[in-house]
């Protein structure tokens, strides 16, 4: 199910431009686990030109289209709990019931932000003048690029990706 080695841009798996690739080993015993494509610069670019047309779109689908898929994806996180945390445990070391915690962790970001996302309320601030107001207006920006840390693979995205998807937001990641 998760043996998936290429990069994911624009909603295709894909070799590096490169070719270049990176063995992902068992720290505990060395085992090769996989190869995975290892992008680069020129990656990198394509995924941002990519995000930055799927974004035209994604903005404007409706809190309420937003939250769906958020709910769908924080479900599909606890639907595969185990799995992912058998993974996480083989790749990194991380105790088993740890990665489990950190799945389940990942998946509530999800369904935060599936909630929050239809509440994008402005703000009225008064302003120093009688009878002015300023205005905020929340709008999603662009493509939000995410560079992640190795220690939480699934928490850290979980909780830049899913407050970015929720603003309208298309993401670049890199782990």
């Known amino acids: 199910m998760f043996n998936l080695t290429q990069g994911y ?5 894909r070799d590096s431009i490169s070719g270049d690739t990176f063995e992902v080993r068992n720290p505990f015993n060395d085992e090769l ?5 290892d992008c680069g610069i ?19 689908t409706t809190p309420k289209v937003r939250s769906g898929y958020l709910r769908k994806i924080g479900d ?19 105790p088993l ?11 509530g970001f999800f369904h935060f932000f599936s909630e929050e996302c239809k509440r994008p309320d402005g703000e009225m601030i008064p302003a120093a003048a009688a009878g002015k107001q300023f205005m905020t207006l929340r709008e999603p920006l662009g493509v939000a690029a995410m560079v ?6 699934i928490g850290m ?7 970015a998807l929720a603003a309208g937001c298309t993401c670049v990641v890199k782990p």
Do not use: C, Y
């Open 42 to 60: 020129e990656d990198a670019e394509l995924a941002i030109d990519e995000a930055s047309k799927a974004f035209k779109v994604w903005r404007k």
């Open 148 to 153: 992640l840390p190795w220690n939480f693979p």
């Open 9 to 13: 841009i624009n909603g295709e798996w």
């Open 33 to 37: 686990i996989e190869t995975i494509a």
């Open 76 to 94: 599909l996180l606890l639907e595969h709990k185990d799995a992912l945390a058998a993974l996480m445990t083989k790749e990194q070391g991380k």
């Open 97 to 107: 019931q740890e990665a489990a915690g950190e799945v389940a962790f990942s998946a």
């Open 157 to 163: 995205p979980a909780r830049k990706v899913a407050a």
